[in-house]
Every structure is written in C-alpha cells, then in structure tokens.
C-alpha cells in the first residue's frame, strides 16, 4: 500500500518559517516528480513548487524567495521549507508524486500563518 505522510505544519507568527516533510511508503519514487500543492478555504487546489528526479525545482511565483523544496531519495522523502510566511500562506499543504498514470496524495497537513 502506498502511502505519503506529510507532518511539520503548525500556527506560526507572519515572518516566521516552518519545515514540511513528507515520506513515502509503498513505493520507491526516486525516479518520479514530486510535488507540494496547497488548499486554502474556498479556494482551488494549487501547485506550490514540486521537484524532479533530477532535482530541478519549480516554484510558484507567489513563494519563489520564501519557499525551497528539496529532496532525499535514499529516504524516499520530499521536504518545503517555508520562510518569510505570509497569512496568505495559510492553507492546508498535500504532498503529491506520480508514477506513470497513478497519482498519490497525502492527507494533508494545516499550516496557519497569524499573529
């Protein structure tokens, strides 16, 4: 069974920072993309940065600056580690990675950015 674990979010103050982790299980994605997206209420799902194989990175021009996603194959682990947050921050952050046409999501972990 696959599964994406992601932890580390939290309540942080605007202008602090916070380091997301997701591991995965089940399957061996060191050859895949892998990818944070975030929710915020009423809102659409949105790419935030995802990073592949290779280690390139790719960043929305909302967190290009503040965020950088960075990987660890040999433990099958993607992380975001977020500075300069911004309320606008504020969502909750899904882990995703694709092999061939199945897609994998984590559950998803809340990171509320407020004073």
């Known amino acids: 069974q696959v599964q994406l674990v992601e932890s580390g979010g939290g309540l942080v103050q605007p202008g602090g920072s916070l380091r997301l982790s997701c591991v995965a299980s089940?399957?061996?994605?060191?050859?895949?993309?892998m990818d944070w997206f975030r929710q915020a209420p009423g809102k659409e799902r949105e790419l935030v940065a995802d990073?592949?194989?290779?280690?390139?990175?790719n960043y929305a021009d909302s967190v290009k600056g503040r965020f950088t996603i960075s990987r660890d194959s040999a433990k099958n682990t993607v992380y975001l580690q977020m500075n300069s947050l911004k309320p606008e921050d504020t969502a909750v952050y899904y882990c995703?990675?694709?092999?061939?046409?199945?897609?994998?999501w984590g559950q998803g972990t809340q990171v509320t950015v407020s004073s």
């Open positions: 990073i592949t194989s290779g280690s390139m990175t």
């Open positions: 995703h990675a694709a092999i061939l046409w199945s897609h994998y």
């Open positions: 089940g399957r061996n994605f060191s050859g895949s993309s």
